[in-house]
């Protein structure tokens, strides 16, 4: 157990709906950061959030947007969704915030269909 | 821009031998850190190793070292004495200046 975690842990919706993910770091880490897992596009990274500021951007879609709470939680919204958004979405989390980060410590993730 | 490439999607090793898994890297930073991470079929990211780029010295975990080359941007993964439960998806993973790059991963099969 990682102490990152993730729900729901499974999400299955409509395209063109909206669903929203949620992660809790580690006790101490205040960053937070997002990973899509497709079998076409492989472990991508989408967004890193630091003690309430994003503080990097990856291949994330306009359609997708990140928040962190005062309470370092995070969550991850995906709008007007398509089929090939189905995937497994992971957080991991990490006690430092330079540019080149320390472990990052992933969560069970979330996988999400899309029918 | 920076990549990470493994070249190897599928390997097998008998129960109890050696297993070498490749990874190569390439980015213009100085500092950086290197990972091996597996993904059984729980499909849970578990840390197996990490190396340090300033840090000449490879990184060792039980059964698990690497074999770091900076000037040949490689960092390979081997695994002695491997047993069942090393069956998995081992995925290098570049971290650098905001920037996070998995490989494609490596499928190891443990041979009974």
């Known amino acids: 157990d990682s102490g990152v975690t993730q729900t729901p842990k499974h999400l299955i919706t409509a395209t063109g709906q909206r669903v929203t993910l949620r992660c809790s770091p580690r006790?101490?880490?205040?960053?937070v950061y997002w990973y899509q897992q497709s079998l076409d596009q492989g472990l991508q990274f989408l967004i890193q959030?630091?003690?309430?500021?994003?503080?990097a951007k990856g291949n994330i879609l306009e359609r997708f947007s990140a928040q962190q709470f005062p309470d370092l939680h995070s969550e991850l919204n995906l709008s007007s969704l398509e089929l090939g958004d189905s995937a497994l979405y992971f957080c991991?989390?990490?006690?430092?915030?330079?540019?080149?980060?320390?472990?990052?410590?992933f969560g069970p993730g979330t996988r999400l269909t899309v029918l | 821009a920076q990549t990470v490439t493994q070249s190897q999607p599928e390997m097998s090793v008998q129960e109890a031998e050696t297993v070498t898994l490749s990874c190569t890297y390439d980015?213009?930073?100085?500092?950086?850190?290197l990972f091996w991470y597996k993904q059984p079929p729980s499909r849970q990211m578990i840390l197996v190793i990490r190396?340090?780029?300033?840090?000449?010295q490879n990184a060792t975990e039980n059964r698990f070292s690497v074999n770091f080359q900076k000037a040949a941007k490689s960092f390979s993964l081997k695994i002695s004495d491997s047993q069942l439960g090393d069956a998995a998806m081992y995925f290098c993973?570049?971290?650098?200046?905001?920037?996070?790059?998995f490989g494609t991963g490596t499928r190891l099969k443990v041979l009974a």
């Open positions: 991991a989390s990490s006690d430092t915030s330079g540019p080149s980060t320390d472990t990052q410590y």
């Open positions: 006790s101490g880490d205040l960053s």
């Open positions: 959030y630091y003690n309430g500021e994003e503080r």
């Open positions: 980015t213009s930073e100085s500092d950086y850190y």
């Open positions: 190396q340090e780029a300033y840090k000449q």
């Open positions: 993973f570049l971290s650098g200046t905001y920037k996070y790059i």
